[in-house]
């Protein structure tokens, strides 16, 4: 997987990292049992602070899509949602279609990225329809 990181975005790194992981699991870049290279070796390709990486890969860890062990270090999955992700989710993509509709973008638009980017994460965007 080829990760890319904007080093001069207001988003923190560990969260770009946290978001690009989690996008490559749903696009099926990252499978099952895939494991992640090591916090000090993702550093180091970025050019980053180990403890950034780290803390990227603990939150994965926390939000369960990826196992963390000594031996084997970060490898992904298994991935289930439970009620508890499904409420936070949920509660979060309100926030971000208010944004949409705040800033006037049409329903149909909103709509239709949706449709889109769901599409590009391994055929999810099929049931869509």
Request: charged letters at 25%; proline letters at 4%.
């Amino acid at each position: 997987m080829i990760i890319s990181l904007d080093l001069s975005s207001e988003v923190p790194i560990y969260q770009q990292l946290r978001d690009r992981i989690v996008e490559g699991i749903a696009d099926g870049t990252l499978p099952d049992g895939e494991s992640l290279p090591s916090t000090r070796q993702l550093a180091a390709d970025f050019g980053i602070n180990f403890h950034t990486v780290n803390k990227a890969y603990d939150l994965l860890r926390q939000q369960g899509f990826v196992r963390v062990n000594r031996k084997s270090g970060a490898v992904v999955g298994p991935t289930e949602s439970d009620e508890a992700f499904v409420a936070d989710w949920t509660t979060r993509a309100r926030t971000l279609l208010a944004e949409a509709v705040a800033k006037g973008v049409p329903a149909a638009e909103v709509l239709a990225t949706c449709r889109a980017v769901l599409a590009g994460f391994d055929g999810q965007g099929d049931e869509a329809k």
